[in-house]
C-alpha cells in the first residue's frame, strides 16, 4: 500500500508544481523489484508511477536515477519514462515518474530497438565515468574519471565487487589472485574505443514495448564506458531476440571478437550478483576467469 505520508506528499505536489488540485487514487502495487517499493496511481485521470524506500537506507539513490533517466533521455535516441520528482518525505524518499503501459514486443520493436542503441552509444565523452556516483541494484557504483576502459573496469567496476566479496567471505585468496592475474592482462584484452553513453544494467526486466511498439529504457546505471557492457549484459540471462543485435550491428558495426568478450564483460553484473544474492554465482565467476587467465 502507498504509504499515506506519500499520498499526501504527491498531492501536494501536484497542486503546486502543476496547479492540480485532486486526490491520489486507484493505485496499484507492482511487484518484481528486490530494492524498492512501487507502485501505480491515478490522479487527475492520468496514471503515474512512484517508487520508494527508507530514507537514507541508499543516499542519493533515486537523485542519481533521475539523473541518468536525464542524460539518457537528453540524447534524443530512445524513450525514457519523464521524471517528474524526487525527494524525501517523512521516512520515505521517492521517485515519481511517468507512467509507461507495456505491449507486447514484435520483430519491428526489436529492430528499432537495435538501431535505438547503438545511436545512444555514439554519444561519447571525454573519459570514462561519470561525474557522479549512482548504483546498480543496491551496490554503490563508483564512477571516477578514468582515461582508459580497463583502468576503469578494473578500478571503478571490478575490484571493488571483488572487495565486498572478500569482505562478506564469499571470496577467497585464490579467486582474488585469479583476478590479479587478469588485471595484468586486462590492456591486452579490449579493442580501442572511445566512451559511449550506456544504460549499464541492460538486461530483459530493464526495458518496455510502449504504445506503438517503442522501446522505452527504464532504471538505469548510466556511466561513459566501453558499449560491450550494455551488449553483453543484454545476453546474461538468455539474450534479446537476434534481430536486435543485427539492427544494432548494422547502425554501429561490432568490434571483432566482441562475442568472445562478453564473458569478460559480464565478470562486473556477475560480481554484483555475488555480492547481491550470495554464492550461486560464483561458479559463474570462476568458469570466466579461467577462460581469460588460462
Not at 511498439?213 to 561513459?224: R, T
Request: aromatic share 14%; net charge negative; glycine share 12%.
Amino acid at each position: 500500500m502507498l504509504p499515506l505520508v506519500l499520498v499526501g506528499e504527491i498531492e501536494r505536489w501536484f497542486q503546486a508544481a502543476k496547479g492540480i488540485a485532486g486526490r491520489v487514487e486507484a493505485t496499484r502495487l507492482i511487484g518484481g523489484g528486490s530494492i524498492n517499493d512501487a507502485c501505480a496511481f491515478v490522479f487527475g485521470g492520468q496514471e503515474y508511477f512512484i517508487k520508494w524506500n527508507s530514507a537514507g537506507r541508499y543516499p542519493g539513490m533515486f537523485a542519481a536515477e533521475a539523473r541518468g533517466l536525464g542524460l539518457l533521455g537528453g540524447a534524443g535516441c530512445i524513450r525514457l519514462p519523464e521524471v517528474l520528482h524526487t525527494a524525501e518525505a517523512g521516512s520515505y524518499a521517492y521517485l515519481l515518474l511517468e507512467r509507461i503501459p507495456a505491449w507486447r514486443t514484435g520483430e519491428e520493436f526489436w529492430d528499432l530497438f537495435g538501431q535505438q542503441l547503438a545511436a545512444l552509444h555514439r554519444n561519447s565523452s571525454d573519459s570514462f565515468g561519470l561525474d557522479h556516483d549512482n548504483y546498480i541494484g543496491s551496490l554503490l557504483q563508483r564512477n571516477d574519471p578514468r582515461d582508459n576502459w580497463p583502468e576503469f573496469f578494473v578500478q571503478m567496476r571490478l575490484e571493488p565487487q571483488l572487495k565486498l566479496a572478500r569482505d562478506a567471505g564469499l571470496a577467497d585468496a585464490g579467486l582474488a589472485a585469479r583476478f590479479d592475474k587478469l588485471f595484468h592482462r586486462m590492456h591486452q584484452l579490449f579493442p580501442h574505443e572511445p566512451p559511449s553513453l550506456l544504460h549499464g544494467d541492460l538486461w530483459s526486466g530493464n526495458y518496455l514495448c510502449g504504445a506503438g511498439g517503442v522501446p522505452v529504457l527504464i532504471d538505469p546505471a548510466v556511466y561513459y564506458g566501453f558499449r560491450e557492457m550494455d551488449l553483453a549484459m543484454s545476453r546474461l540471462f538468455g539474450g534479446f531476440d537476434r534481430q536486435f543485435y543485427q539492427s544494432y550491428h548494422n547502425a554501429f558495426p561490432f568490434e571483432t571478437g566482441w562475442e568472445e568478450r562478453v564473458g569478460l564483460c559480464n565478470l562486473y553484473p556477475l560480481m554484483v550478483h555475488l555480492n547481491l544474492f550470495g554464492s550461486s554465482y560464483l561458479g559463474q565467476v570462476q568458469y570466466e576467469l579461467k577462460r581469460f587467465t588460462g
